[in-house]
């Protein structure tokens, strides 16, 4: 099973940026598909963004489109998320996972495809002030 570590939460101003890191190790796993998942206190996780990583294929949810933008280091086996013109509404704890695609290089991160995300990190804290 793959190991997720996640870094580069912190606190900044709204419009602010950050950038995530999400470092897997493990040997010989198989994993096709990484994704960024956030949560608040009393809600549901919810996606963010995935990567196929075969591809580099990223989807974004409508709420961060234009704003974040997820790349990947094969290299470093790191997968990225860059944050631009943070929202106060951006506040969570964000995961990464990693899980196998659907098919097709589709690595969805809605409701119902949580259950295809098997490896998950322990969480970033970002905070954004207004």
């Known amino acids: 099973q793959v190991q997720l570590e996640e870094s580069g939460g912190g606190t900044v101003q709204s419009g602010g940026s950050l950038r995530l890191s999400c470092v897997a190790s493990?040997?010989?796993?198989?994993?096709?598909?990484v994704a960024w998942f956030r949560q608040t206190p009393g809600k549901e996780r919810d996606g963010v963004a995935s990567?196929?990583?075969?591809?580099?294929?990223?989807v974004y949810a409508a709420s961060v489109r234009g704003r974040f933008t997820i790349s990947q280091d094969n290299a470093e086996n790191t997968v990225y998320l860059q944050m631009n013109n943070l929202k106060p509404e951006d506040t969570a704890i964000y995961y990464c996972?990693?899980?196998?695609?659907?098919?097709?290089?589709?690595?969805?991160?809605?409701?119902?495809?949580?259950?295809?995300?098997?490896?998950w990190g322990q969480g970033t804290q970002v905070t954004v002030s207004s």
């Open positions: 996972a990693t899980g196998r695609t659907i098919g097709a290089g589709e690595c969805p991160f809605g409701r119902t495809w949580h259950g295809i995300y098997t490896s």
């Open positions: 493990g040997l010989g796993h198989s994993d096709d598909c």
């Open positions: 990567i196929y990583t075969i591809s580099g294929r990223p």
